[in-house]
């Protein structure tokens, strides 16, 4: 029997627990409210408390992230930001090697941008190195917008950072991971989070297919020949953002006259702003292909995602009995902390219409 420590109850953690409910796992997943996982010595003594019951966790996955939009809201709340996504990362590994087991961290993808890099040799030194847009990043290419460049966000400068801090441990492997989709019901699906937007840019980029990271984390749960290091896991392959709003004409006319724009110039032609630090760039998943099989994801696999967004039962009787209640605000979230998240409500009822 495996046993495996899940920090996190949010669109990652609380899936992948459900994911990975195996007769040959045993999978304890808990968030904030069951323990104050902030302090190294709460965590230090609730695996203790476990192995003194006889249970010895084999790896912990850190599925703990910042809540919003995190590339420019982590600027608001710094502390938080820089604990969840530094701190506690370091507080893990440390405690994954006191106790002799290994730790999985999910980092992000956003450390690159563009299709330009620079790599180091064999000896150490660092040389510029041109990437063709059908390239893509690998995991030796060191993170163009990250650390070293100016205009990266401190989202992508802390995920370097800690990169850097973990990445030679050898119980340690960091999942990269970019702009995530499923057919889940989360404010944080990357389908949810664009068809909100009033205007997108329809750049290259990665994405990463949600099912796609829970099977390699259940290769490395179960194969012994997954070395620990950093992987890309993406799809591989260029994804426009026009692709998810093709299939919505499918089910909604709402997006006719959305802007969609194809460079930032475009943006400031129409005296529209965007971040200069959001990153668009693909990256390569040929390291993590050798160990599982990555979806495709395509038209057909969105619309695939949007039918399993729509048809979730649990989507249509929470939408329809928090209707049922007069003068309530469906953004009042604080009321409905134990039940699924609501995106965009007025879409999701037309779209379940039209479906």
């Not at 104050?36 to 203790?48: A, G, K, M, R």
């Not at 019951?53 to 420019?72: L, R």
């Not at 950072?161 to 404010?187: A, M, Q, T, W």
């Not at 990153?279 to 969105?302: E, G, H, M, R, W």
């Amino acid at each position: 029997m495996i046993n495996i420590l899940i920090i996190g109850k949010g669109y990652i953690g609380r899936n992948l627990a459900t994911f990975l409910t195996q007769p040959d796992i045993s999978i304890y997943n808990i968030e904030k409210s069951d323990l104050d996982y902030w302090s190294y010595d709460n965590l230090d003594q609730y695996i203790q408390s476990q192995k003194n019951k006889g249970i010895t966790f084999s790896f912990i996955i850190n599925c703990t992230g910042f809540y919003g939009d995190q590339i420019n809201e982590c600027n608001h709340y710094p502390r938080l930001f820089l604990h969840l996504t530094a701190t506690l990362p370091i507080i893990l590994s440390n405690l994954c090697t006191k106790h002799n087991c290994k730790y999985i961290h999910l980092s992000s993808a956003d450390i690159y941008n563009g299709d330009n890099a620079f790599t180091k040799d064999e000896i150490g030194s660092m040389v510029s190195f041109a990437l063709t847009v059908n390239e893509g990043w690998s995991e030796n290419n060191l993170p163009n917008h990250g650390i070293f460049a100016n205009k990266s966000s401190t989202f992508s400068k802390t995920h370097h950072v800690i990169e850097n801090c973990l990445r030679g441990l050898n119980n340690v492997y960091i999942l990269r991971i970019k702009n995530c989709i499923s057919g889940i019901f989360h404010k944080k699906n990357y389908l949810l989070k664009v068809i909100t937007k009033e205007r997108i840019i329809n750049k290259e980029n990665s994405v990463t297919f949600l099912p796609d990271l829970f099977n390699f984390i259940n290769e490395i749960l179960k194969a012994s020949n997954i070395p620990t290091g950093i992987y890309n896991i993406v799809n591989g392959e260029c994804f426009f953002n026009k692709i998810i709003f093709d299939e919505l004409k499918n089910y909604t006319d709402e997006f006719e006259n959305l802007k969609i724009f194809f460079n930032r110039k475009a943006l400031i032609d129409n005296n529209l702003k965007l971040s200069p630090e959001r990153p668009f760039a693909i990256l390569k998943n040929t390291k993590a292909s050798k160990y599982i099989n990555f979806t495709k994801v395509d038209n057909q696999l969105i619309n695939k995602c949007l039918k399993e967004i729509i048809e979730d039962k649990k989507i249509n009787d929470y939408y329809f009995s928090v209707h049922n209640e007069k003068n309530v605000s469906l953004r009042d979230e604080s009321r409905y902390s134990n039940k699924p998240d609501l995106v965009n409500e007025s879409l999701v009822e037309k779209m379940w219409n039209n479906a």
